[in-house]
């Protein structure tokens, strides 16, 4: 049966390269030449983070899609469907067959038409946001299912002609930006290389739909196919040039402020941006993204990349679902989500609390780090309440906390306290919760914040960092106040720290902050 598929693939025009791709590329490449940037790493390692980045802190990501539509267990169903092995604890495969049949009959594809979107309105996500307290947002552009959420010109396959019949990205980049918010995209796309696991009973083996599910190619129907983590064939160079004018095409319509990678970039996680298989094709839209950049107002866009996909000055790192153990000077990013079981809106989320994020957000802050935070959108356009009301809390607290964050820079230590954080992929799921021994700094002009992670039983706190004769902090304390308080802290200042009295009242339901002056 596979040399049949062989043959057909061979002969369907959907296996063959787009014939918009090659006249992109040259285009992309003619671009490039003119600079300043050119596609070398040392001319990349010019590159400089726009000051609003850093000063921003905290953005909200977006995984919508027709993955959305079942619903079930993760984002991840258009893979998992086609897979009879479980995926953390979820056997999706069993699931499709039962609720929609076989998926000869009825593949992901079918999912599409009951992705409508009747509900989404940009404009009120986009308040949302705004009273979150995001000062960027960034929905995912194309996921690895193969299916864009805008306008591309390189397959028929997109939510402006299929599913919803409009370009949400687009749409998004109008509201987020009406309201003073940074816009974003994010390119999953480099894993739908090899995202579908392929059999004859599949709809997914017929050549006539690769410019959704990708051409079937041989390895793909191997038994150890789904195995991707040990077997990642590297892109080939149809696949590669189809990926770079699509990136490009997202830069040239949208200018998103942000460009934001999955791993697919890196076929091989432990691989270096030297022996990336993939680099030559990083460099050229690094340097085309940059130097499309250089014009705008808002200074160059920043590329967030995962392992070591780009040297670290360059771009900035992103770390999904895990954070730094101490302060990294070159600025970097987490991404994790108000669910710890799916990125996708699903009907069982397992939601965090807000208190959690809150705290999240702190740490990370402290080590020179921003939080990117997701939220999963029905397959109607709205919201789930459940997730609002995370972002609504995370938004009253900055309210009162914000100036704790935003604006602020990384202090000589990033804190004190017993409780440790988790620093592998996707590993936060091993964090225990912070005490109130837990104390985060950030600094800002002559002002040191101190967040406390946990409001203390005995309303009192220790700073040790700021005893008297301490090497981090020289000064005499000369002011201590809490915000959000109009309450007097009572403190004093000694050889084993800054001992402050609290008073009954938070002023806020998660951390809260003591502001230091000297």
Avoid at 214 to 236: H, I, M, S
Avoid at 261 to 283: C, M, R, V, W
Avoid at 360 to 386: H, Q
Avoid at 422 to 451: C, I, M, N, W
Wanted: some cysteine; proline content about 6%; charged content about 25%.
């Amino acid at each position: 049966m596979l040399a049949g598929s062989a043959i057909a693939q061979a002969a369907d025009p959907a296996t063959l390269p787009n014939p918009k791709v090659a006249p992109s590329v040259a285009k992309i490449e003619t671009a490039i030449a003119q600079g300043p940037f050119q596609p070398d790493w040392k001319s990349l390692g010019k590159y400089e983070i726009p000051q609003w980045y850093k000063d921003a802190k905290f953005g909200i990501f977006i995984h919508w899609g027709a993955y959305s539509v079942p619903a079930h267990g993760s984002e991840w169903y258009p893979r998992q469907m086609y897979i009879k092995d479980q995926r953390r604890g979820v056997n999706f495969f069993d699931y499709h067959v039962k609720t929609y049949g076989p998926q000869k009959t009825f593949g992901y594809k079918d999912f599409i038409p009951e992705f409508k979107a009747e509900k989404f309105d940009a404009a009120q996500w986009a308040k949302l946001f705004k009273d979150t307290g995001a000062r960027y947002v960034i929905p995912v552009a194309e996921h690895h299912d193969g299916f864009p959420m805008y306008d591309c010109a390189f397959t028929r396959w997109d939510a402006s002609e299929m599913g919803p019949k409009r370009d949400v990205i687009a749409e998004l980049s109008t509201a987020v930006r009406a309201e003073g918010m940074k816009f974003g995209v994010s390119s999953h796309r480099a894993f739908n290389w090899m995202f579908y696991v392929r059999d004859e009973s599949f709809d997914n083996a017929d050549p006539s739909l690769a410019d959704l599910y990708g051409r079937p190619l041989p390895f793909l129907f191997d038994e150890d196919a789904a195995d991707y983590q040990k077997k990642f064939p590297p892109q080939d160079q149809q696949f590669k040039d189809d990926w770079l004018a699509r990136s490009c095409e997202l830069v040239d319509k949208y200018k998103p402020d942000v460009f934001w990678f999955d791993f697919g970039i890196t076929p091989k996680q432990d691989a270096t941006y030297e022996t990336n298989s993939y680099a030559d094709h990083l460099k050229k839209f690094a340097a085309y993204y940059y130097n499309q950049s250089s014009e705008w107002n808002d200074g160059l866009g920043i590329i967030n990349y995962k392992f070591n996909a780009f040297p670290e000055d360059a771009a900035v790192l992103d770390k999904e679902r895990s954070k730094m153990a101490e302060i990294r000077k070159p600025f970097w990013q987490t991404d994790t989500a108000v669910s710890s079981s799916s990125w996708g809106y699903t009907k069982n989320q397992k939601y965090k609390t807000p208190d959690r994020l809150v705290d999240d957000l702190v740490d990370i802050v402290s080590k020179n780090g921003c939080l990117l935070l997701n939220v999963g959108p029905r397959p109607d356009g709205t919201i789930p309440e459940e997730d609002q009301a995370i972002l609504k809390a995370i938004g009253g607290w900055l309210d009162i906390n914000g100036e704790a964050i935003y604006d602020t820079s990384y202090w000589t230590t990033f804190g004190e306290g017993p409780t440790s954080v988790s620093t592998g992929h996707v590993s936060e799921a091993k964090d225990k919760p912070f005490t109130a021994q837990d104390l985060r700094f950030t600094t800002r002009d002559d002002v040191l914040y101190v967040t406390g992670l946990a409001w203390p039983d005995n309303h009192r706190v220790k700073v040790a960092s700021l005893a008297k004769g301490s090497k981090l902090y020289t000064d005499d304390v000369k002011s201590v106040t809490l915000l959000g308080s109009d309450e007097t802290v009572t403190w004093t200042q000694d050889t084993d720290g800054l001992n402050v009295k609290l008073p009954k009242t938070r002023p806020s339901e998660f951390a809260y902050v003591l502001k230091i002056t000297k």
